[in-house]
């Protein structure tokens, strides 16, 4: 069975600063995604990031940056310079498994962190 | 390029009625998901076509959702008949491969009294 975890249901930083959302996962399994959302305000869901399992280089779209540490089970997000549009609800979720052929695609969801961005 | 777009974007039904969600995916995108967020609680997967096939429907709730995808292009999720544990958003996504990020459509936010 596949868990995503976001321990922190709201979080608050200010306007430049970078912060943190944490994310662990529980797989059995060695083959899977990582992958990170936002939702503002308005609703959508928006792709932000995305790790596999096999990926030696943590992943960086931006000002957003994946700490994937695979032996501690943890995939957390970290937002550099945050901007008072990164105010959202924040989604860690997992794919399991990512490269087989077998299996379902469907994705597996925490939560959610809400951070506010302070100016 | 078009994102997804689902309709309507609101729907309050009474208890019992049917509803019909209309999801039109990225164009070329093979794979289309549907997910529901209940308040309160985590997106929960409900099915993945990919085409017109039904690849995985083990998160649909009971025999009172039907999803068609009909010539692998939009797809509707239909619910007959409602009931109060239906409220929630649903949202569709789809995707190209499997280590895409799916790109998700806005949801529809499902009301029952």
């Known amino acids: 069975a596949q868990k995503i975890t976001q321990t922190q249901p709201g979080m608050f930083v200010q306007e430049k600063e970078a912060v943190t959302l944490d994310c662990t996962y529980d797989?059995?399994?060695?083959?899977?995604?990582l992958f990170w959302y936002k939702q503002p305000s308005s609703g959508e869901m928006i792709f932000l990031i995305y790790q596999g399992s096999y990926d030696e280089q943590n992943a960086t779209e931006g000002r957003y940056s994946l700490n994937f540490q695979k032996a501690r089970k943890s995939a957390n997000l970290v937002i550099s310079a945050s901007q008072l549009g990164d105010s959202a609800m924040y989604f860690c979720?997992?794919?399991?498994?990512?490269?087989?052929?077998?299996?379902?695609?469907?994705?597996?969801f925490g939560k959610g962190t809400k951070l506010s961005v302070i100016p | 390029e078009a994102g997804v777009t689902q309709f309507p974007s609101h729907s309050v039904i009474e208890k019992g009625q049917t509803v019909t969600l209309r999801c039109d995916p990225i164009?070329?995108?093979?794979?289309l998901y549907w997910y529901r967020r209940v308040m309160g609680k985590e997106i929960k997967f409900l099915l993945h076509f990919v085409k017109e096939s039904k690849q995985d429907e083990s998160g649909m709730p009971n025999n009172r959702f039907l999803a068609e995808r009909t010539g692998g292009t939009y797809s509707t999720l239909k619910v007959q008949p409602a009931e109060l544990e239906d409220s929630g958003v649903y949202f569709c996504?789809?995707?190209?491969?499997?280590?895409?990020?799916?790109?998700f459509g806005p949801g529809t936010r499902l009301t029952v009294l």
């Open positions: 996504a789809s995707s190209q491969g499997r280590t895409s990020g799916e790109f």
């Open positions: 797989t059995s399994d060695q083959s899977y995604g």
């Open positions: 979720a997992m794919r399991d498994p990512a490269y087989s052929g077998a299996g379902s695609y469907q994705l597996t």
């Open positions: 164009s070329g995108h093979d794979n």
